[in-house]
């Protein structure tokens, strides 16, 4: 139950994320900078919050699952797909 709530409630920080991966890729040319930048820009973001009082610390675990970890994995998992897709394509 768990997971359809995750999906249901992250499908536009998923989104998001996907469309900003391709476009980090785009304009940096390597594939491991995308994840990074979003991964330190994500968590920069909800510590900040956190820090700052603006949220409960509750508010910040539901942040912490439905926001912070779909936006990085689906960059994680966006460039492992383009980085296996380019092996084939390369062999």
């Given at each position: 139950m768990i997971i359809l709530a995750w999906f249901y409630y992250s499908m536009i920080y998923i989104a998001l994320s996907l469309v900003v991966t391709l476009v980090i890729n785009r304009l940096l040319q390597k594939l491991y900078l995308a994840p990074l930048i979003i991964n330190a820009i994500a968590a920069i973001l909800l510590?900040?919050?956190?820090?700052?009082?603006?949220?409960?610390?509750?508010?910040?675990?539901?942040?912490?699952?439905?926001?912070?970890?779909?936006?990085?994995?689906?960059?994680?998992?966006?460039?492992?797909?383009?980085?296996i897709y380019r092996r084939i394509k390369q062999k």
């Open positions: 510590f900040g919050v956190a820090k700052m009082h603006w949220i409960s610390e509750a508010d910040a675990t539901f942040a912490m699952y439905f926001t912070y970890v779909p936006v990085v994995l689906t960059s994680v998992i966006t460039n492992g797909t383009i980085f």
